[in-house]
């Protein structure tokens, strides 16, 4: 098992900044890429970004140039460094891995005000 802690969402005006933290633990070898995921309310799940071990990262259209994700593998830990923040942002972002097993986090809320 792979347990994730998400850390860092908050309210925050348009245009402004935030920056989420996920740190893993348990069974670290079963992960091989890691990322975030939000949802906002009365819609499905989206990929946000993700990041493999080692390699380029991969990004939502609606996001790329405004987020930016990284990873330290020493730290086992995923962070997405939000920028120009906007209200259509606003959602619950949830930590992911996967690999050997899919796991999740319980989610962060981040709420963008106009």
């Known amino acids: 098992q792979v347990q994730l802690v998400e850390s860092g969402g908050g309210l925050v005006q348009a245009g402004g900044s935030l920056r989420l933290s996920c740190a893993a633990s348990?069974?670290?070898?079963?992960?091989?890429?890691m990322g975030w995921y939000r949802q906002a309310p009365g819609k499905q799940r989206e990929l946000v970004a993700t990041i493999p071990r080692s390699g380029s990262p991969n990004y939502a259209d609606s996001v790329k140039g405004r987020f930016t994700i990284s990873r330290d593998n020493a730290k086992n830990t995923v962070y997405l460094e939000m920028n120009s923040l906007k209200p259509e942002d606003t959602a619950v972002y949830y930590c992911?891995?996967?690999?050997?097993?899919?796991?999740w986090g319980q989610g962060t809320q981040v709420t963008v005000s106009s």
């Open positions: 348990g069974s670290i070898y079963r992960i091989v890429a």
């Open positions: 992911n891995t996967n690999g050997l097993g899919t796991y």
